[in-house]
């Protein structure tokens, strides 16, 4: 089935979203947003499965996912993406190759889509080559540096450390995700997390 096409409110949003990277003038982005499509999922549908190759970049317009892989039947989260965030199982996406995970929806959530075929046409477009490069590089680059800092932060700080700057990131995450998801992110249980929020109650 295609998707439809997407409505011109959400083209807005992703159009702001895309500026963040590359800025389109009116001309490409009419031929632009003619590859652009529009996928809704409903809470705990899958956008990207263990197993399954991804052929979809998504930007989320409104709503939340978690990233997660399953190791020995258990579910172990390992990022979150909120609206204006672009979502895929990346190396899966660029490589053509099944993913190892899974990215769920965590409330009625909707995306701008790109197709892998649809980003080939783009890329191979006169009008438009050029500033899809630039913008791949640009959102490569973010993620990367996003990842980095995940990294560094379960080796350097703290479980409360981790939790504060969680916050500061996305401060309403504790009222839109449940907090055994956040538990899992930070690396903690339940419990835990429980007495973390106690403690910083005035911090955050």
């Not at 399954?52 to 989260?77: A, L, M, P």
């Not at 701008?112 to 490569?140: C, D, T, W």
Request: proline content about 4%; charged content about 25%; aromatic content about 14%.
């Amino acid at each position: 089935m295609i998707p439809p096409q997407i409505n011109d409110t959400s083209l807005k949003i992703f159009r702001d979203g895309m500026a963040t990277y590359v800025v389109f003038e009116d001309t490409e982005w009419e031929i632009l947003k003619n590859y652009i499509e529009l996928k809704v999922l409903q809470k705990k549908d899958h956008f990207a499965v263990s197993g399954k190759i991804c052929d979809h970049i998504g930007f989320i317009v409104n709503g939340s996912v978690r990233y997660y892989h399953i190791k020995d039947g258990t579910e172990i989260t390992g990022y979150f993406s909120f609206e204006n965030d672009f979502v895929s199982s990346y190396k899966s996406y660029v490589t053509r190759t099944p993913g190892t995970g899974y990215i769920q929806a965590l409330e009625q959530t909707e995306f701008a889509i790109i197709s892998y075929n649809n980003l080939e046409q783009m890329l191979n477009h006169p009008l438009l080559a050029y500033k899809m490069e630039r913008f791949g590089r640009l959102v490569a680059e973010h993620y990367i540096c996003c990842y980095e800092e995940r990294i560094s932060s379960f080796i350097l700080d703290t479980p409360e450390e981790r939790y504060l700057k969680m916050l500061k990131t996305d401060p309403d995450i504790m009222q839109r995700v449940p907090q055994h998801y956040v538990a899992n992110y930070l690396g903690i249980t339940p419990v835990s997390l429980s007495r973390i929020r106690k403690r910083t109650v005035f911090q955050s």
